[in-house]
């Protein structure tokens, strides 16, 4: 993947994803989905002129990232059981 490509995107990623506030709109009790949906509609253009300099060698690194994202995703759930059945081991006792 170009670096360039690819700190451009996580720079704007970030700082954008991050002054859109997703965590004070889970507080308030909206679904994650319409968080990102909402995220992407205000967006769209950006996201359009971001596309713009990436090729198919970027298209295929980012899936990489997307799978290992994915995996992150897959440990926290992990923890988040243990979480919930040491919880529960310590209200039968």
């Not at 359009?48 to 799978?67: G, H, P, R, T, V």
């Not at 926290?76 to 529960?88: A, P, T, V």
Request: aromatic fraction near 16%; glycine fraction near 2%; charge should be negative.
């Amino acid at each position: 993947m170009n670096e360039t490509n690819c700190q451009e995107w996580f720079n704007w990623f970030y700082k954008n994803w991050s002054n859109y506030c997703p965590g004070e709109m889970i507080d308030k009790g909206l679904n994650s989905s319409f968080i990102a949906e909402r995220f992407i509609e205000e967006n769209q253009i950006q996201f359009l002129e971001l596309s713009k300099n990436f090729n198919i060698d970027n298209y295929e690194a980012l899936e990489q990232y997307m799978k290992l994202s994915e995996s992150e995703l897959y440990v926290l759930k992990y923890l988040l059981r243990l979480i919930k059945l040491q919880n529960k081991s310590k209200e039968n006792h």
